[in-house]
């Protein structure tokens, strides 16, 4: 109840502001909010290579991409924190002729932008798992007010970018909306696996900043967020057994959640790394040769480079029940699926994988993700 009331009294404040400032005229100038912030920097640098219009970045708290400003772009803090950039945002999205997100906000709902606004939606997924949006099972324990509200924002969204036609049944059912709001272009932050001199650069410096990784293999265990694992010492992965089995082969990367919370206690450093708070998830795996998770979206980008996986769902019929999936797990995801950690060592030790089944799963989620996704992304937009 308290919640919904500051909800309430947030999007109050920010639909005033927001009409206030609606009554200026409206400019040829791209808002991007960015809360993941990669699919937004790969538009944004595709935008500038044709256009020299003004581009603000409404930079939330919790995006770690750092954009540098210029003649041309402008970075704003995006938080009510700091009030008068919050009136300059409102101000901005007011008054764009193009607003490009990355995520939910719910402010969305109160934004009724005018008629030939565009608003597209850089979802931070190239795939999905588990359900989310207006099939999400936790909503039945929202109001009806916030169901009503989840609408309002999906609603606003003229395009949704999608990189397979999947993704775009997923999202028509998630958010409610028709297959023509369905962009078809590809996921922008994709093109970076495209581009072998990016590539190249990356993985020279990772080497560089992680030399421990040379002349090893690299796992990476990269989990989904839990609403009961937001402790450190609450992952499932059983540290001491895997040093114990693989330290002299091997050097195990941890990507945990933003969420989770704590500072790992390392008594392994010469074969753990935690690799949490680093930027650029894609950066990772490209020095990542077998990828560990579970109902994450990491390993449908993972998968375009053709690389092994492992799907550790130790909870997978509590998961699945409490969150939903949007297919049967064990046909989506390309295995091997373990739900004990001496299945996954063993699966590791005996390299037990499924490359075919990998190979079919990157074709079926990256459709249209073929590295020039950010170049028809903004000729479909800007033409």
């Known amino acids: 109840m308290v919640r919904e009331f500051a909800i309430f009294l947030y999007l109050f404040v920010f639909r005033i502001v927001f009409l206030i400032c609606k009554v200026f005229p409206q400019k040829e100038k791209t808002t991007f909010v960015a809360s993941f912030g990669d699919n937004i920097l790969f538009t944004l640098q595709e935008l500038e290579k044709h256009s020299n219009q003004q581009t603000i970045i409404l930079k939330t708290g919790q995006c770690k991409v750092h954009y540098v400003p210029s003649s041309t772009r402008t970075i704003i803090n995006f938080t009510p924190k700091r009030f008068f950039a919050w009136i300059q945002s409102i101000y901005h999205l007011a008054t764009s002729r193009h607003v490009f997100v990355d995520n939910y906000y719910g402010f969305l709902a109160v934004t009724s932008f005018k008629k030939d606004t565009t608003c597209v939606q850089l979802w931070h997924a190239a795939g999905a798992i588990k359900q989310f949006g207006l099939k ?26 999608v990189g397979s036609d999947k993704m775009a049944t997923i999202f028509e059912e998630g958010f409610a909306l028709p297959d023509e709001r369905m962009l078809r272009t590809g996921v922008p932050r994709t093109d970076f696996f495209f581009n072998e001199r990016r590539v190249s650069a990356v993985r020279s410096l990772l080497r560089q900043d992680f030399p421990m990784i040379e002349n090893k293999k690299v796992l990476m265990y990269a989990p989904t967020y839990r609403d009961d694992a937001l402790e450190i010492d609450s992952i499932a992965l059983d540290l ?70 492992i799907f550790f769902a130790y909870d997978l019929d509590e998961y699945g029940e409490t969150r939903g999936f949007w297919d049967s797990y064990n046909h989506v995801v390309p295995g091997p699926i373990v739900e004990t950690n001496e299945e996954l060592i063993d699966v590791i030790q005996t390299e037990n994988y499924n490359m075919d089944a990998i190979r079919e799963f990157r074709d079926e989620w990256n459709t249209y993700s073929t590295g020039e996704s950010s170049k028809r992304l903004i000729e479909e937009i800007y033409a």
């Open 136 to 161: 999400d099972r936790m909503n039945e324990y929202r109001s009806e007010q916030a169901f009503k509200r989840f609408k309002q924002v999906y609603n606003r969204f003229t395009h949704v970018v």
């Open 240 to 309: 001491d057994r895997l040093y114990e089995e693989f330290h002299e082969g091997y050097i195990l990367l941890l990507r945990l959640h933003p969420a989770v919370s704590g500072v790992l206690k390392n008594n392994y450093p010469d074969f753990i790394i935690d690799v949490s708070t680093y930027p650029n998830i894609n950066h990772m795996l490209l020095i990542t040769d077998v990828l560990i998770s579970d109902y994450s979206s990491i390993p449908f980008e993972f998968s375009l480079l053709e690389r092994p996986m």
